[in-house]
Nanobody
Framework: QVQLVESGGGLVHPGGSLRLSCKVFGSIFRGDTLGWYRQAPGKQRELVAHITSAGTINYADSVKGRFTISRDNVRSFVYLQMDSLKPEDTAVYYC???????????WGQGTQVTVSS
């Protein structure tokens, strides 16, 4: 039904920037929430940011002031602009669609972000 495809990951120096993109193939419903998660080696997957259809946004405390989530409803894209990157931001980043009555949700394949000097 729904497929998510991420792009934009890479290797950057501390203080650098990246923009992640996620294309949603399929229908986006009014109740859907779109978000970004990340998972570093040996650590639990954590929420980075999410945005509702109405535009309500939540960020993890660790990225507030540095990351910006946005969505393009016409083209069915979700973006994560990442500025002032730190080594601790290194992780695989996953795009996610959360839908009521579908508790498993939908996930992209992940894109690697590495921040290193």
């Amino acid at each position: 039904q729904v497929q998510l495809v991420e792009s934009g990951g890479g290797l950057v120096h501390p203080g650098g920037s990246l923009r992640l993109s996620c294309k949603v193939f399929g229908s986006i419903f009014r109740g859907d929430t779109l978000g970004w998660y990340r998972q570093a080696p040996g650590k639990q997957r954590e929420l980075v940011a999410h945005i509702t259809s109405a535009g309500t946004i939540n960020y993890a405390d660790s990225v507030k002031g540095r990351f910006t989530i946005s969505r393009d409803n016409v083209r069915s894209f979700v973006y994560l602009q990442m500025d002032s990157l730190k080594p601790e931001d290194t992780a695989v980043y996953y795009c996610n669609l959360d839908r009521p009555r579908e508790p498993r949700g939908y996930w992209g394949q992940g894109t690697q972000v590495t921040v290193s000097s």
